[in-house]
């Protein structure tokens, strides 16, 4: 650049020395002219000459001819100037078209080094530009390709996808002098001095193909030995469910029979290791659908209070087998119907409750459900007085196959997949769980869920009693279930004292006059009896029993009582005690689960059975003469069709039918098909049919229903749950 600029300059100056020469030319021969005019005159001779005239013509003349040069170089200077403006201008030109030439030089040999494909084509689609990638991928010299329409052989592209900026994206497999190659392509129009033209830039991904590919191979069949895995599952499970059924089905039946000390010992040794083996089942069936993501969720509206209730109730026994205080505590802020899946949160709670009666050998479990933030959230706090977690293993009790109480040396058995399951099943639903605990100090499981409100937001769980001003005397040696039972009464208005044991609530009654007292009969028979005795005064005098304690409300009502309520104590219970009118025969509000007797039907039912193993159909029919019913007994689906079509035409038609799913030639499933095909015909009543399972999966329960089945019952069998199934059956066949 710098050479070039030398080289304009003798030229220059050649020029401005002969524009100076003819300047000073023109000037001399100015003044040549002006000195000869004036000698000429002079020496003339002419009469009328004047000098002095002549000198102011002379004088005016060479004042022109000076101001006509000074405009001159005037003229000269200015354009002297515009010519070294454009000198510069002309140079600094001349320096960028250099610089565009060496960047061009340099972008070349870029595209040149590149790796990329890449290729130029115009608008007829011939090759402007191509670089030695593409030549070499090509396998031909960039000569044979330019102004041709070459392109590469396809064995395979991809979708085509527009960028934002309109660049287009597309992969192509090509073949190519190293074998099939995978090229990633972006497009994009550039302009040139010959137009608009599209620059193709390729890059081989192949690497990344293959890489793409082994990795969906190899989760493919990941995917299938998960599913083998599932089925595995699935078909052992029902291997082992039905078995268990017929032990734990013979063991109930068993235990209703005369038994010596030592058998009913033996006896209950057998149903709890069954009870173990079937919640292990249930377990390791739960952790493979989580694993698998076929975990289902179905939101329905459900009673909070009742469902909290219930599940305290259901696991009391194993509770109060240890000796320890079990109850609840369900805030009435809450509303009384929510939505959500029921089922898995009774799983989470009944996982949560169970560890802590295992985890606990005095005091109690007590679980308590609140309102959180956001709206639409409640918390349940289920807390233990058990044996704690240490800080270092919080969180790994919520790990797969992980207990706090770890090692070869463990005191409490269990697979530690209950809380990871619950862990999942939380989440699942867009909530959180979490622990508090430190050794030897309990533990606190708290979950915070989302549960929107079902219906009228202001509907009360239930009528609650106004006890503002009232004293109320609380006599308990356990200070969980007394505490929570004081804080339903302080809320309604009450003013509560709790006291441990008999003697100080002695000394204490003849002090106040007291609106209710309430006595837990675990002080022991006549400590309860004594207490009662000195409250003869007290308007409402409470007896709080276990539901095994049932047979003793004669003697507690001879002692003095008024009222009872069973233990774990519900809210509802509580507030129906100090209604109006109430007295001791009044039933409480709401009944614990399976408090009455439901071993014989008002009416018995005309079943037909069909199942094929012969242990089960023999505990099935004893469940149901238990019940008060007439089984028929049949040993696979068309026996089951033809009795049913039997007792059809004979017009003593089944009230009922148990249908097992898996049975030789003719299944449950298209048993119940058949049969509902008949009813079609025939424009007959429809006959409720209860599917009986081993497998607990939500594709079994859906072909059930599919099939046209009214209900599920999973083995193994027992009584209250058979009695329900057969209720809840013929509600939905007659909504069908």
Not at 271 to 279: C, F, I, P, R, V
Not at 552 to 569: D, H, M, N, T
């Amino acid at each position: 650049m710098r050479q070039r600029a030398t080289l304009r300059k003798p030229a220059i100056i050649t020029r401005r020395l002969i524009s100076l020469i003819v300047r000073a030319l023109a000037i001399t021969s100015m003044a040549f002219g002006i000195a000869f005019g004036f000698l000429s005159g002079t020496i003339g001779q002419r009469g009328s000459y004047d000098p002095y005239t002549f000198a102011v013509g002379v004088s005016a003349l060479f004042g022109g001819a000076c101001g006509a040069i000074g405009l001159l170089l005037s003229r000269i200077y200015r354009m002297k100037k515009e010519l070294r403006h454009l000198e510069t201008r002309l140079d600094e030109a001349a320096d960028r078209n250099w610089q565009i030439k060496e960047a061009e030089e340099r972008a070349k040999s870029f595209f040149e080094a590149q790796d990329d494909v890449i290729v130029r084509r115009d608008g007829d689609g011939a090759i402007t530009y191509v670089n030695d990638a593409f030549c070499t991928l090509a396998g031909q010299s960039r000569g044979s390709l330019l102004a041709t329409s070459f392109t590469l052989p396809v064995l395979e592209r991809g979708d085509t996808t527009t960028l934002a900026d309109g660049t287009r994206a597309y992969d192509q497999k090509i073949t190519s002098p190293d074998g099939a190659r995978w090229i990633a392509w972006r497009e994009v129009a550039v302009r040139s001095e010959a137009g608009t033209e599209t620059q193709s830039v390729g890059r081989d991904v192949t690497d990344r193909v293959e890489a793409e590919r082994a990795l969906a191979e190899a989760r493919d069949q990941a995917e299938m030995a998960n599913r083998a895995k599932s089925r595995f599952l699935a078909m052992v499970s029902h291997e082992i469910r039905t078995p268990l059924n017929g032990i734990l089905g013979m063991a109930d039946l068993l235990r209703d029979t005369p038994l010596s000390a030592e058998q009913t010992t033996y006896l209950s040794a057998v149903k709890n290791s069954g009870d173990t083996l079937l919640a292990l089942i249930d377990e390791i069936l739960d952790f493979s659908k989580i694993e698998a993501g076929r975990l289902d969720f179905a939101a329905r509206p459900f009673g909070l209070a009742a469902f909290v209730e219930e599940a305290v109730e259901l696991l009391g026994p194993r509770a109060q087998l240890k000796g320890l205080e079990i109850c609840c505590y369900v805030d009435e802020r809450l509303p009384a119907r929510v939505v959500g899946d029921a089922a898995r949160l009774r799983q989470v709670l009944f996982n949560l409750a169970g560890n802590a009666i295992k985890f606990t050998e005095q005091g109690g479990v007590f679980i308590i459900v609140e309102p959180a933030s956001p709206p639409d959230t409640i918390t349940i706090a289920v807390r233990d007085t058990g044996i704690g977690i240490a800080p270092a293993d919080q969180a790994r009790v919520f790990f797969e196959f992980e207990q706090a109480d770890s090692g070869a040396a463990r005191k409490f058995g269990g697979t530690g997949l209950g809380l990871a399951i619950s862990k999942r099943i939380v989440e699942s639903m867009g909530g959180t769980i979490d622990v508090e605990s430190a050794p030897d100090q309990g533990s606190t499981f708290r979950v915070s869920v989302p549960l929107p409100r079902a219906g009228d937001a202001n509907e009360p769980q239930f009528a609650a009693p106004d006890l503002s001003g009232q004293d109320i005397l609380i006599v308990a040696p356990g200070a969980i279930e007394a505490s929570l039972l004081a804080r339903h009464l302080q809320r309604w208005g009450a003013r509560t004292q709790i006291l441990p044991d008999e003697k100080v609530a002695a000394a204490l009654l003849p002090e106040q006059p007291w609106a209710a007292v309430l006595v837990d009969q675990a002080l022991g028979p006549t400590a309860s009896a004594a207490v009662a005795q000195i409250a003869a005064a007290v308007p409402r005098r409470i007896v709080l029993l276990a539901p095994a304690m049932r047979s003793e409300l004669a003697a507690l009502r001879a002692a003095g009582f008024s009222g009872y309520l069973i233990k774990p104590v519900r809210a509802a219970s509580l507030a129906a005690r100090f209604a109006d009118g109430d007295a001791f025969d009044a039933a409480p509000a709401a009944e614990p689960v399976g408090a009455h007797d439901t071993t014989r039907s008002a009416a018995g039912l005309s079943i037909l059975v069909a199942e094929d193993n012969e242990i089960n159909a023999l505990l099935t029919r004893a469940l149901l003469v238990k019940l008060g019913h007439r089984p028929t007994m049949t040993g696979n689906g068309a026996a089951a069709v033809d009795s049913w079509l039997a007792a059809r035409t004979a017009g003593t038609p089944y009230d009922r039918a148990l249908m097992d799913l898996h049975m030789p030639g003719v299944d449950g499933l298209e048993a119940t098909r058949r049969i509902r095909a008949l009813e079609a015909e025939q424009n007959g009543p429809r006959t409720p049919i209860v599917a009986l399972t081993a497998n607990a999966s939500a594709e079994d329960r859906d072909a059930c229903l599919a099939a046209g089945m009214d209900g599920f019952l999973v083995k193994p069998l027992d009584r209250d749950r058979l009695a329900a199934a057969l209720a809840a059956a013929d509600k939905a066949a007659l909504a069908a």
